[in-house]
């Protein structure tokens, strides 16, 4: 699923579920969520050294299964990946050490209710990005657990490599389904959903809790409830220009 930045050690995922995954409908359908978050399935994340041949276990999950692995730009020894679970009910990001030398250990530990999605290196590799929503006093959850559909607000947040939180936004302007950094950490972007088809970016200061996302781009691939619209907006290494994947008329 991924290898480190020194190029030696590969990142291997191996998955056991045996139901078969309905395909996501397009409207906010719990007993659909609740289903697949719930349905039973196990993995196993290991590091398979290439020079040595020697394949290290990393973590077995009973329940979940291992995905988004995802190796620090800047550590070949730091990986970091996240559990396939409700997110607002299991703990999501992971870090771990490729050669097992540390136990698996949270990123910004989860209080049952808090939903944390959509995690992301910063391009410095010190800090983990992530989304976050606290739905701990939302009695709505099991009815409306799509984050996109959810009363509460939206977050952009920062942990450090050690998993505590060092930096939370104030409120953004709804929910983008997926946020991203520019390489030179001046900008963020977002990608509307359902009603508000945009995309979007804002000037980013770690030292403001402000962001102002401001639509950039009409979006006209239609929007898929819990699946997004396949937008996957990022920014080119020099910051300057916002790219991102649009439909129009059935063609990408």
Not at 35 to 60: C, H, K, M
Not at 126 to 139: C, G, H, S, T, V
Request: net charge negative; aromatic share 12%.
């Amino acid at each position: 699923v991924d290898i480190t930045c020194d190029g030696r050690t590969l990142l291997l995922s191996h998955h056991e579920d045996d139901q078969p995954r309905l395909p996501a409908p397009d409207f906010c359908d719990a007993d659909w969520f609740w289903n697949l978050i719930e349905r039973p399935r196990s993995g196993v994340l290991y590091a398979f050294d290439i020079e040595t041949q020697v394949a290290t276990i990393l973590q077995q999950t009973d329940g979940t299964m291992p995905m988004h692995v995802d190796s620090s730009p800047v550590d070949p020894t730091l990986i970091r990946y996240c559990w396939d679970g409700s997110a607002v009910y299991d703990q999501r990001v992971w870090a771990a050490r490729t050669d097992g030398s540390r136990p698996p250990w949270k990123i910004r530990p989860q209080a049952n209710g808090e939903l944390v999605a959509h995690e992301f290196w910063w391009p410095d590799g010190e800090l983990i990005a992530y989304k976050f929503q606290d739905r701990r006093n939302d009695p709505t959850v099991r009815e409306c657990p799509y984050a996109e559909y959810s009363p509460c607000p939206t977050q952009l947040c920062l942990a450090d490599r050690d998993g505590r939180e060092v930096y939370c936004s104030d409120p953004v302007n709804m929910w983008h389904s997926h946020i991203n950094v520019s390489p030179n950490c001046r900008y963020v972007s977002g990608e509307g959903s359902h009603d508000h088809l945009s995309v979007y970016a804002a000037a980013f200061d770690i030292g403001s809790t402000n962001i102002d996302f401001v639509p950039l781009a009409t979006i006209h691939t239609p929007y898929l409830a819990f699946a997004g619209n396949c937008v996957n907006a990022g920014f080119s290494a020099d910051s300057r220009w916002l790219i991102y994947n649009d439909t129009i008329d059935g063609t990408l």
